[in-house]
């Protein structure tokens, strides 16, 4: 289950995800983010405590990236977890995100 | 319950009463045995006033001269005679060698030859005793007191007589002490009813019943009977109404406690009834669920394939395994079809999310990407085209794909894959690697672009695609899960391929495999080149 903290600036929301993105928290996750969109032009999903996303944390990640394309705010992930950030290469949604401070070598599959 | 407080509040009402009348009536008893006491106390009192005049007569007579006796007894003893005095009669006697003699007389005479003998007998008891002697005399129509009463050492006696009145009521001043009582008083000890002296009652209503006390009083050297009976209760009305009280009372709690025990009984079988009702909605809700689970499973059921196509040159398996218990169904599938003569296409897809919807989802996935496929697009065509279709913004999920289209004589395999991971091929010879697709976007996730990729099945090669339920597990990287598929899937494939499933299914699924899991092999006959 995914814990979230928000954090607001004058134009930067940033929601820290901690713990598992499943299908569990996938409403609360899309309800804050959603909130965060309203509020800021810039919302920011700080995923570094990310353990676990499954495909439905994957699909909020996409619903969100979409309301922010839809709503034209600008939507960061930030502090990508080598799982995480294997995830979205291995689905083919890496680059569908603009990823800030993401250094990490980006393995291929197999 | 009830038929036990009703028991308890008859015994409780039964020996409450006993008591309590047994208390009252022991009570009255002894009031009445001491006011009547006390009464006769009174009465013995009384009837001195007989005495007295008499007594004080004898003294006269002594003291005067003999000359003057008969005058002065006469003038003295005038006011004690008359209608509505002591007496209605009286004489002075003396006893000498000769016998009785009267010396004087006041008050009718007339009747003295009813009671000359009567009088004469009580003067000669007087005399004897010392006291005053009574006795009675019915004389039909009156009934009559004869008193004497003598002084033997100056040989004087005095006799009287009193007619008691026609009517011997005598009703008790209300303001009394014993206004209480009802009384009767006889002459004797017999009760008879010309011996009746008097009453307060009616004297029909003689004698005295019910509760009643009789004492004897001494009337000089006879005796009265005074019988007393209360006219009202003697005691505390608390103690007369006691019984009432409680005969009435303890009904009244015994039916208090009767409606106390039926609202706690009522009150206990409404919450019996709410614990079965909540009871029934759980077991209600459990049903809906079991209902809605299983028709999710139905409807998943009826959207995988009944039965796989054959397809010549090849042994296909597949398998579907449900995750969690709940209803939160998984949207995974695998389809499998012939195209055109040689051909034949497969998917294995995922849609995000659980439940009925993401089932509703899968099937429009399922039957879209199929339409394309078996139309004659390549897969990357197929999941262009279906990726202009999804709209994860609309539709709520995303879905995975990764599709494949073969050509049985040759082989050959061409593959695509959005955000699906990559299926693992198997060389005849045991050695297991991933097909090295680049995944383009999950349908949903907007338009792509898709590449394809080629591998050619050599004979007795195994290619299996599956979904993410079989390699993820929450406390390790993604990439942990793909080296253990490879690990278990790689080494000799001889048996069915359905055990390989089995065998890959039991190595690699996650304890708590809460994910469904959709598995699909396709195997190239080892004798076919």
Redesign the interface.
């Known amino acids: 289950m995914a814990h979230f903290n928000e954090q607001t600036d004058d134009d930067l929301c940033v929601i820290r995800v901690a713990g598992?993105v499943d299908?569990a928290s996938?409403e609360e996750f899309l309800a804050l983010a959603t909130d965060g969109l309203d509020r800021c032009r810039h919302l920011r999903l700080d995923l570094s405590e990310v353990?676990?996303m499954?495909?439905?944390g994957?699909?909020i990640l996409?619903?969100i990236?979409?309301?922010a394309a839809?709503s034209g705010k600008r939507l960061t992930l930030a502090s990508l977890g080598?799982?995480t950030r294997?995830?979205l290469q291995?689905?083919?949604?890496h680059q569908?995100f603009e990823v800030e401070g993401d250094t990490g070598d980006v393995?291929?599959?197999? | 319950m009830s038929v036990t407080i009703i028991l308890i509040g008859l015994v409780a009402t039964a020996l409450g009463v006993t008591l309590a009348v047994r208390t009252d009536r022991s009570n009255e008893r002894r009031l009445l045995e001491v006011q009547t006491n006390q009464a006769a106390t009174v009465l013995g009192i009384a009837t001195n006033s007989f005495q007295e005049p008499m007594a004080s007569a004898l003294d006269v007579a002594a003291s005067v001269l003999p000359e003057r006796r008969r005058k002065v007894f006469a003038e003295r003893f005038t006011r004690n005679v008359g209608p509505d005095k002591l007496f209605q009669s009286g004489a002075l006697w003396t006893r000498d060698a000769a016998g009785l003699r009267r010396i004087a007389a006041v008050g009718g005479r007339s009747r003295a030859s009813v009671t000359g003998a009567v009088t004469r007998g009580l003067l000669r008891r007087a005399y004897a005793s010392g006291t005053m002697a009574v006795e009675w005399v019915h004389d039909g129509r009156q009934t009559r007191i004869v008193f004497a009463l003598a002084d033997a050492e100056a040989g004087f006696a005095v006799s009287t007589e009193r007619v008691l009145p026609a009517t011997r009521r005598a009703p008790v001043d209300t303001d009394s002490g014993f206004a209480g009582l009802d009384y009767s008083v006889y002459l004797g000890e017999s009760t008879s009813e010309e011996d009746l002296a008097l009453t307060d009652v009616d004297p029909s209503e003689l004698p005295l019943e019910g509760l009643t006390k009789s004492v004897s009083i001494p009337f000089g050297d006879n005796a009265l009977t005074f019988t007393t009976r209360p006219r009202e209760h003697l005691g505390s009305s608390l103690s007369q109404q006691l019984p009432w009280l409680l005969g009435f009372g303890i009904p009244i709690l015994t039916a208090l406690a009767l409606v106390l025990a039926r609202q706690l009984l009522r009150a206990r079988r409404r919450a019996e009834s709410d614990t079965r009702t909540i009871t029934g909605l759980y077991e209600r809700v459990d049903t809906l669920y079991g209902e809605q689970r299983e028709l999710s499973v139905r409807l998943q059921n009826a959207l995988l394939p009944a039965t796989i196509p054959s397809l010549p040159g090849y042994e296909v398996a597949a398998k579907y395994v449900a995750g969690a218990q709940g209803i939160?169904i998984g949207g995974d599938w695998y389809s499998v079809v012939g195209v055109g003569e040689d051909g034949f296409a497969f998917v294995v897809g995922?849609v995000?999310?659980?439940g009925i919807d993401a089932v509703a989802e899968m099937a429009r996935a399922r039957f879209t990407v199929r339409a394309y496929l078996v139309d004659g697009d390549s897969p990357q065509d197929a999941l262009e085209k279906c990726s202009r279709q999804f709209?994860?913004?609309l539709d709520?999920?995303?879905v995975?794909v990764v599709a494949g289209v073969g050509n049985r004589r040759t082989g050959e395999l061409v593959l695509a894959?959005?955000?699906?991971?990559?299926p693992l091929l198997v060389s005849p010879d045991g050695a297991a690697?991933?097909?090295?697709?680049?995944?383009?976007?999950?349908l949903?996730?907007?338009a792509?672009v898709y590449e394809p990729t080629a591998v050619t099945m050599p004979p007795g090669a195994t290619v299996l695609c599956y979904t993410?339920g079989l390699i993820?597990r929450?406390?390790e990287?993604?990439?942990a899960g793909?080296a253990r598929l490879a690990q278990v899937a790689s080494g000799p494939t001889s048996g069915p391929l359905e055990q390989f499933l089995d065998h890959v299914l039991e190595n690699t699924r996650a304890p708590e495999h809460n994910?469904d899991i959709a598995m699909l092999a396709l195997r190239r006959d080892a004798r076919l080149s």
């Open positions: 598992e299908i996938t353990s676990f499954d495909s439905s994957l699909g996409l619903r990236r979409r309301l839809d080598a799982g294997r995830i291995v689905t083919g949604v569908l393995r291929a599959s197999g | 939160d995922d995000s999310g659980h709209d994860i913004a709520g999920h995303m995975t894959s959005a955000g699906h991971p990559s690697q991933f097909v090295p697709i680049r995944a383009g976007r999950p949903g996730a907007g792509d993410d993820e929450r406390t990287d993604i990439d793909f994910d």
